[in-house]
């Protein structure tokens, strides 16, 4: 939409037995050896003892073990970086009747790996010397991945040196996930990060950066900037930003709008200077009418505009609407921020034609804006260009099966080319499809398509064998016509501000100037974009398996030396089918095509970080053989090889204290080496599933997902102008309240960093107090903040409680010409009433599990819940007019936990 203006630590000694010990005699070697119960344990404490912890010690000196166990694992989900707990578990072993050494090593290497990262040297050391007496080899695996990470220290000097940022930021990346509190290793990024800057791909470095805070950081400046007066603010290369939305979408908005900005440049082949624009963003509906008014001295009337263009400003406005409809989602916004400021450049294009009164074919303005609406926003803060956008595709198909479907003629010779006037020659919504289809055909039309001549892929039956088939592509028919009709009305305008002469145009550049024989006139033309249009619908709906043509593609574009869209078709594979190993080669490739070396070593690199562990030996070699032919030796030198050596040892060290008779030793050595290494090895996993069941030792843990403080409360107006609190972290959890009208809490987070994104396994539990209709847990949340799933529960009737299981669809608004989620039911249950309700949730490797409720009800999760469906972030709300108080709510992940937080303060 377009508007135009005129005018220092405690250390404390905690004495869990007798005073001292007497001196042990030294182990032989390849035995174990229980330390007496009594040695003293000095732990560095930052906050006083928790209630939890000293409840277990007394248990603990009272000898009930169990209820000692249970208590410090109750505190541990709250604060499970705490090693106080893992020095209380390794005690509560030793107090066994039978000392459990296999407990005792697995608590007493946390609480090594904890006092190193903190630097406690005198704790470490005297846990060290217990477990020098149990086992002589249980540092086996810090040895080993010593080296290692003095070579990684290497190899990002090394890429950075040689300006391979992004491969210096993920082998950072690496070590920072392993020593997160390394100061040496924190400046380097720093370091890393300002020499970079943007070369990082838009946003790479941003998304680590971001992870980098600590949740209690990232809660006190959200507070502290979540108001418009105190919003965040920077200048980038491009714009002014301004927004009081989170630090996130922030730093990611500052570095994804300057990569639009050359992408606007590249669709329009706009080489000029385009002055600084405006970026005003806003969190909630109520600040984006108030600056509104300020700016256009009245406020939005239709809930249906998400932001608008001022180009006598040169100012974007644009609001959050998913924090007031649960239909939209933080993808909205960013469709929304894309299309506005393009405005921008057509503006400057057309700026001669209107300054003569003329006005630009109003599918020209609204559709290029519209084409920009596809691109993506990825999970590493990449952005995925020339993208189909969906909402409009969806839209477009529905709308062509009804009795509103439009012409190309209706499209191009639509009223609005007269001049922007009230009623019947507005630009309809039902229009912006139309718009987006064509352009997005204009721009990716190719000879000999096949998604004209072969075949359409649809959904259910298969691939068609053309599509597999690798060929060279053919050249794109219409972008240079596309940029010459641009042109055209830049230069000469609409004359007389006809109506039909914009079709007129189109048809001289689109068919005759072209030429095609097989489009000797507009029936033909329109044909050809309707086949087109609906093959990209069948793509839309296909699923994984679209990589593959994806992939083939792409190919053909390597081979006609076309790098650039051979780029973009692969990371159109990449967000269908996530982390393929050939999709990473053809990416190296294609960046190596466009000469950009730093980012093809980046994607080699993960090539072969994916075939390695898959065992794919070929691939392994291949991938080798690139980097070295490429100016990689010192990745090899300081990385792979290195990487190889260790991985080796981890797998000897294995091997070594399972025939010692530890085998929580195995299983704890190979999540060291997988954390470090940041890969997974089939071989591994499983092993360490298997040594952790003997050992009767799980490494996942059960965590408080919601232990915010005051700090992460949040007030919102009501429609009557009452300020009201929405979420509120009080002493027995989390109080979310849903209000009628505009305000609303959105979705809460969780802030903890290994509860953002959840892969299957998993588990979930907690308990519900609600007042009202129900309350909503949303799964499998993308980037976007769109959720595949949800948990619904409901006060069904007076009598009543029901869970509804349901997955995300999307309808249709016709009139609107958009397409916005819905929920669709595909299970549930219902019981008597209870004033509270306790549920589980358990997400079994494939996607299937079960859902328990107050642990009698259960139901087997439905096929439409799958691994696909449940993987990402979750998050918690509740009904309109509706508030739910969530208490011990918990998450249970898939992996091992890393016994090392991010920042002091988690």
Request: aromatic letters at 12%.
């Amino acid at each position: 939409m377009v508007i135009m203006l005129k005018t220092p630590l405690l250390y404390t000694l905690l004495a869990l037995g007798a005073s001292a010990v007497a001196a042990l005699p030294s182990p032989t070697p390849h035995q174990s050896y229980v330390p007496s119960m009594g040695r003293a344990i000095i732990h560095a404490e930052v906050t006083p003892l928790a209630e939890g912890f000293e409840e277990a010690r007394q248990l603990l000196a009272a000898g009930k073990l169990e209820e000692a166990i249970a208590a410090v694992a109750q505190e541990l989900s709250r604060d499970p970086y705490n090693s106080e707990g893992y020095a209380l578990m390794f005690d509560i072993a030793r107090a066994q009747p039978e000392p459990d050494v296999e407990a005792m090593l697995r608590w007493g290497k946390w609480l090594s790996w904890s006092y190193a990262a903190g630097g406690h040297s005198s704790e470490l050391e005297a846990i060290t010397e217990d477990l020098d007496l149990l086992y002589e080899g249980w540092n086996a695996d810090t040895v080993a991945l010593d080296a290692w990470t003095k070579s990684m220290e290497k190899a990002v000097k090394s890429a950075s040196s040689k300006k391979q940022f992004r491969l210096a930021g993920h082998l950072i990346d690496k070590l920072l996930d392993l020593h997160p509190q390394d100061k040496k290793l924190l400046k380097t990024y720093d370091k890393l990060s300002d020499k970079a800057g943007n070369e990082l791909s838009g946003g790479a470095f941003v998304s680590a950066k971001v992870k980098r805070k600590s949740a209690k950081w990232l809660a006190k400046n959200n507070a502290k900037h979540s108001e418009w007066d105190s919003r965040w603010t920077k200048k980038t290369k491009n714009y002014d930003v301004e927004t009081n939305m989170d630090y996130e979408f922030f730093e990611t908005l500052s570095a994804a709008m300057d990569e639009m900005n050359q992408f606007y440049r590249d669709i329009y082949a706009y080489k000029k200077k385009s002055g600084r624009a405006r970026l005003a963003v806003h969190r909630k509906r109520s600040d984006f009418d108030r600056f509104a008014q300020e700016i256009l001295g009245r406020p939005m009337q239709s809930e249906a505009i998400g932001g608008f263009w001022v180009n006598t400003l040169k100012t974007v406005v644009a609001y959050d609407r998913s924090m007031g409809d649960p239909n939209q989602t933080r993808d909205d916004l960013w469709n929304t921020l894309f299309h506005e400021a393009s405005h921008q450049f057509m503006s400057l294009i057309m700026k001669k034609s209107v300054r003569k009164g003329l006005f630009t074919p109003a599918w020209l303005g609204e559709g290029a804006a519209s084409y920009f609406e596809g691109c993506v926003i990825k999970a590493d803060g990449t952005i995925l260009k020339n993208n189909v956008a969906e909402h409009r595709l969806r839209s477009w198909w529905f709308i062509e099966q009804s009795n509103s479907r439009k012409s190309l003629e209706d499209l191009i010779a639509h009223p609005r080319n007269t001049g922007p006037k009230d009623g019947t020659l507005s630009y309809e919504g039902v229009f912006y499809p139309y718009g987006w289809a064509f352009v997005y055909f204009l721009l990716n039309y190719e000879e000999n398509d096949r998604r004209v001549y072969a075949p359409p892929i649809t959904p259910g039956q298969g691939i068609p064998a053309e599509y597999l088939m690798v060929r060279k592509a053919g050249k794109l028919v219409y972008r240079d016509a596309y940029n010459e009709y641009i042109d055209f009305f830049a230069k000469e305008g609409n004359k007389d501000n006809s109506q039909q002469f914009p079709l007129e145009v189109a048809k001289r550049i689109f068919i005759d100037e072209i030429g095609d024989p097989d489009v000797p006139n507009w029936e033909a033309f329109e044909d050809r974009w309707r086949r087109f249009t609906n093959s990209l619908y069948g793509e839309m709906l296909a699923g994984p398996e679209l990589a593959d043509v994806l992939q083939a593609r792409s190919r053909g574009y390597i081979l006609a030396e076309d790098y650039e869209r051979a780029r973009t078709t692969a990371e159109q594979a990449d967000l269908k089918r996530p982390n393929d190993s050939e999709t990473y080669r053809l990416l190296a490739l294609a960046n190596e095509g466009e000469g950009l070396e730093g980012d093809a070593m980046y994607w080699m690199v993960r090539h072969w970080e994916s075939a390695w562990p898959a065992g794919d030996e070929v691939a392994t070699q291949e991938a080798e053989e690139w980097i070295a032919k490429n100016g990689g030796k010192a990745v090899i030198q300081n990385y792979l090889e290195p990487t190889k050596l260790a991985l080796t040892a981890t797998r000897a060290n294995m091997e070594s204290a399972l025939g010692d008779g530890h085998p929580i030793l195995a299983t704890l050595y190979a999540s060291h080496a997988m954390q470090a290494f940041q890969l997974t090895f089939p071989d591994l996993v499983e092993q360490s599933k298997e040594m952790s069941e003997i050992a009767g030792q799980d490494l996942r843990v059960w965590q408080s997902a919601f232990i915010q403080g005051s700090e992460a409360n949040r007030r919102a107006n009501t429609d009557d102008g009452a300020l009201v609190d929405v979420v509120l972290y009080e002493n027995d959890g989390v109080l979310i309240y849903n209000p009628e009208g505009w305000a609303s809490p959105g979705y809460e987070f969780s802030t903890v960093s290994t509860l953002q994104y959840l892969s299957p396994p998993y588990s979930i539990r907690g308990t519900l107090q609600v007042d009202g209709h129900g309350a909503i847990i949303p799964l499998g949340i993308d980037r976007s903040g769109k959720a595949q799933c949800y948990l619904m529960f409901e006060r069904k009737n007076t009598i009543e409680d029901e869970v509804v299981l349901k997955t995300a669809s999307f309808s249709v608004d016709s009139r609107q010409g958009k397409a916005t989620l819905r929920r669709v039911t595909v299970g549930g249950f219902s019981w008597d009433r209870t004033k509270l309700i306790d549920f589980q949730l358990d997400v079994n490797e494939d996607g299937s599990g079960k859902i328990t409720v107050n642990g009698e009800y259960e139901e087997d999760l439905p096929k439409e819940f799958r691994k696909g469906t449940l993987t990402g972030s979750f998050a918690i709300t509740a009904y309109d007019d509706t508030a739910v108080l969530y208490k011990n709510f918990e998450v249970r992940p898939s992996s091992a936990f890393w016994p090392v937080a991010a920042t002091d303060d988690e």
